[in-house]
């Protein structure tokens, strides 16, 4: 089935409490509104979170919303085909808050017995906090023991009279109507079952209860590859060209999706983030280069139209913010989806299509450019599975306008073999990754490796041979740099704060040293402090290195990537692109007239002989606890200079009208002089 590119996502979550639900369903204005939105996918519920159903089911231990009349589900598919939209079908699984209350001990277990519940009540809350993906929304409460917190559900365990409810609800909805898809939700695959179900299966399969890493292997290896795998065969053998995808498998933040993969039963990957609240807007960027490996299945950016997050009623992204989103996700080489909610009543709201026709209408002109296009690059970010680390290396090169692309524990020799620069971030990697990436040393890549990311997982010795002999950690809470002159491209010569420790290193006489460090004169302690942060550094520099080079390696003895994901300094970020510069010298693509928060991004249409070079800049600006898109000042006279390794034979602008002279040079040189918000030049071969 092939993937549509603008979609809704229309979540439905309605409490029991709502009367008159569905009452005001038109299947007319059902249409107009996904016309108004330039729409051609929509996912619509089957069941909600709160368990009900918004269809007439006569599944055992189902139970269509009490104040539903109308078969919605069935009238919304009607009117989708009618105008030849596809309308996937949503059904929770990891919470289902009824079937959590009838049967409980349908539930996912903690150790101790107790149900695992999403963000749980404590009684001691004044403000309630709920993390999603690693940023914090806040709603502050005045102390209520009524209150109940954002986002709060109990867990549910897909296996036994569960999963059996989940697999009949499935064979119905085949059975009784022409279903283009799935949309399961809620598969959160940190957690620990200790269910009846769960422990008998922890025996058969041979796992240790006592060991709770064995436990989270258990509910990946058995519990959700089961699940998963069952539910995709048991639908392809109704609806062999259904669409059927896992919410919460791709979810890089969490280091067990990296490990046990269980994405793959899905037939795509759509690709979560809520940007203003939790995710920001670069988020996107690692994502998608890293499912691009998994170059059969079509990935799907996936945001809302809220202001905040899931379940805002009456919250508006403004069209700018969506037009931006939508290009940014075309750009990734992605399709697009924003999330909606209906109104309980069934009618839909029009003012946000309108809003999403803005943005949808650019994407009809543009999408060509982008869907089926793969990322291009000779550097790689090798994701380590640790998010604070790799997102600060994605930050950095997306910042600088350095195009990467993503490689991982799942990435074989001959992909890892493909690149010239690995760069590794600060985070222990395995002994069977340690072998793969020395292989790619011993075929002539070059590697970057961060701080932690050199050390086995105890920190006890060196990993790779880096050109010098691990010491320890360092003796101080923190301390400065101060680079030599291969390294000092714009930056002071003065020593600067890290804000973090080096490891400690004693180099080989064959290494080179690239810049130093200094510590400070002491740490900062209750009984030994020197105003009001950390002690100034001393004069002379330490014996071990702050940056070194060896042979084709380049070592950072800071965690840089952690210290700039946390810090935002540029003194780091510029360190860190005169280090990847000094040793890398084939940069494909460089960028001269372009702030900061723009965006470059690079795609290959193989099969059209093309190259796409994307240009985005519209500013994320801090308002309250969001992160708003508002301004799209127009950008002049950006210089790219290209160095692709192809002769290109035909060049052109997307918007810009501007004719562009191609030398017989492979190297070439373009001036952009003008665009607002999203540009592309296309390169033909």
């Known amino acids: 089935m092939e993937e549509p590119s603008r979609q809704i996502h229309l979540d439905f979550h309605t409490s029991e409490h709502i009367p008159d639900v569905g009452k005001y369903f038109s299947k007319e204005q059902f249409k107009e509104a996904l016309q108004i939105g330039h729409i051609n996918q929509i996912n619509i519920f089957?069941?909600?979170?709160?368990?009900w159903y918004y269809y007439p089911t006569k599944v055992q231990h189902a139970q269509m919303h009490p104040n539903l009349k109308i078969d919605l589900l069935g009238q919304q598919?009607?009117?989708?085909?009618?105008?030849?939209?596809?309308?996937p079908i949503y059904l929770t699984v990891g919470w289902s808050a009824n079937d959590a209350e009838t049967h409980?001990?349908?539930?996912?277990r903690n150790n101790d017995g107790s149900i695992i519940e999403f963000n749980k009540k404590t009684g001691n809350e004044t403000e309630e906090i709920i993390s999603t993906g690693q940023h914090s929304d806040k709603e502050v409460r005045i102390k209520n023991k009524n209150f109940r917190p954002y986002c709060n559900w109990k867990f549910m365990c897909p296996t036994g009279k569960y999963e059996e409810l989940i697999s009949n609800t499935v064979t119905e909805l085949c059975s009784n109507y022409q279903v283009d898809g799935f949309f399961f939700d809620i598969h959160f695959t940190q957690l620990k079952c200790y269910c009846n179900n769960c422990k008998s299966s922890i025996k058969e399969n041979g796992f240790d209860i006592k060991n709770p890493k064995e436990v989270n292997a258990h509910w990946n290896d058995i519990i959700l590859r089961n699940f998963t795998k069952n539910m995709t065969t048991h639908i392809q053998s109704m609806r062999p060209d259904a669409s059927i995808f896992y919410n919460g498998l791709t979810v890089l933040e969490r280091k067990e999706n990296l490990l046990f993969r269980v994405h793959e039963n899905a037939t795509k990957n759509d690709l979560e983030d809520l940007p203003t609240t939790w995710g920001g807007y670069d988020k996107l960027a690692t994502q998608s280069r890293y499912f691009h490996n998994y170059s059969n299945k079509p990935i799907i950016g996936m945001s809302g139209k809220f202001h905040t997050s899931w379940g805002e009623f009456g919250g508006f992204k403004y069209p700018e913010a969506l037009k931006y989103e939508a290009a940014a996700m075309i750009s990734h080489g992605a399709r697009c989806n924003f999330g909606d909610h209906l109104h309980p009543s069934g009618e839909m709201d029009l003012d946000t299509y309108r809003n999403v026709g803005i943005a949808f209408e650019y994407i009809k002109k543009i999408e060509d450019y982008g869907i089926g296009g793969k990322p291009f690059s000779n550097i790689a970010l090798y994701l380590t599975g640790s998010y604070d680390a790799d997102d600060g290396v994605a930050r950095i090169l997306l910042e600088e306008h350095i195009e990467y692309e993503v490689v991982s524990i799942n990435s074989s020799q001959e992909r890892i073999n493909d690149f010239e620069l690995v760069i590794i971030p600060s985070a222990a990697v395995s002994k069977e990754e340690v072998r793969k990436l020395k292989e790619f040393q011993n075929k002539g890549g070059s590697l970057i490796v961060i701080g932690k990311g050199a050390l086995d997982s105890k920190e006890e010795k060196f990993i790779f041979d880096i050109g010098a002999k691990y010491i320890g950690p360092s003796d101080f809470d923190m301390d400065y740099i101060q680079v030599g002159n291969e390294l000092s491209s714009n930056l002071v010569s003065s020593p600067f704060v890290t804000y973090s420790p080096a490891i400690k290193s004693e180099a080989n006489k064959d290494s080179k040293i690239l810049a130093d460090i200094k510590v400070p004169y002491f740490s900062r302690t209750l009984e030994k402090y020197n105003g009001h942060l950390y002690a100034p550094n001393k004069l002379k520099k330490e014996e071990y290195p702050a940056v070194l080079h060896f042979k084709k390696i380049i070592f950072f003895a800071h965690d840089i990537d952690r210290i700039y994901a946390e810090n935002g300094s540029k003194v780091h970020r510029q360190l860190f692109i005169n280090a990847i510069k000094y040793l890398h010298k084939n940069i494909m693509i460089e960028s001269k007239g372009l702030p900061s928060a723009g965006r470059v991004t690079v795609l290959?249409?193989?099969?059209?002989k093309r190259f796409i070079i994307h240009l985005?800049?519209?500013?994320?600006?801090?308002?309250?606890?969001?992160?708003?898109?508002?301004?799209?000042?127009?950008?002049?006279n950006v210089e790219l200079y290209i160095n692709l390794d192809k002769r290109i034979k035909n060049a052109y602008f997307l918007n810009l009208n501007k004719n562009i002279?191609?030398?017989?040079?492979?190297?070439?040189?373009?001036?952009v002089d003008k665009f607002r918000m999203h540009e592309a030049l296309i390169l033909e071969y």
Do not use: F, M
């Open 604 to 608: 290959h249409q193989e099969n059209q």
């Open 46 to 51: 089957g069941k909600c979170h709160h368990s």
């Open 616 to 636: 985005l800049y519209a500013p994320p600006l801090e308002r309250g606890r969001c992160l708003v898109i508002e301004d799209l000042p127009e950008i002049h």
């Open 104 to 108: 409980p001990d349908w539930c996912a």
């Open 661 to 671: 002279r191609i030398s017989e040079n492979k190297k070439i040189n373009v001036t």
């Open 77 to 87: 598919i009607e009117a989708c085909h009618e105008i030849n939209v596809k309308a």
